[in-house]
């Protein structure tokens, strides 16, 4: 009587005495995951490993991490130029006081990311 894996055309081979399925990994292409792909990764790890599981061995889970990092990328290119006119930082600013221009430029990135980070990164289901 064959396996259910051999019905669905799966096969072994014989290692020792015991037999191995030959199982291979899904062809991978190169991703280009980011800083918020790879913490999403390790989000997704610590606090659902079953559904990380899932995905990696459906082999969904770079593609799945590649769209969440173009996604938190994205955001962040929307977010820091809205911030900034928000809270009055121009280019008139930066080239009178540029060490001003620079600390709040830096404090609306830490912003834009704060809420990347909320919003998309440490959050379950993002697309």
């Known amino acids: 009587m064959k396996s259910l894996f051999e019905q669905n055309g799966g ?6 005495d015991y037999y191995v399925p030959n199982i ?8 280009n995951i980011g800083k ?5 990764k ?4 610590e606090n659902y490993p079953a559904y990380y599981s899932t995905l990696l061995m459906s082999g969904k889970l770079f593609d799945y991490l590649e ?9 962040l290119d929307r977010l820091i130029p809205l911030l900034a006119g928000q809270q ?3 280019e008139q600013l930066k080239a ?8 709040l430029m830096n404090n609306i990135k830490a912003q834009a990311e704060e809420i990347i980070y909320a ?5 379950r289901e993002v697309i």
Request: proline share 2%; no cysteine.
């Open 11 to 16: 096969t072994y081979t014989k290692v020792g």
């Open 24 to 31: 291979a990994a899904p062809d991978t292409r190169q991703y």
């Open 36 to 40: 918020y792909g790879r913490l999403h």
């Open 42 to 45: 390790k989000f997704l790890k």
């Open 67 to 75: 769209k969440v990092d173009l996604r938190a990328k994205n955001e």
């Open 88 to 90: 009055g930082v121009t």
């Open 96 to 103: 009178e006081n540029q060490l001003k221009w620079v600390g």
């Open 119 to 123: 919003e998309i990164v440490y959050e």
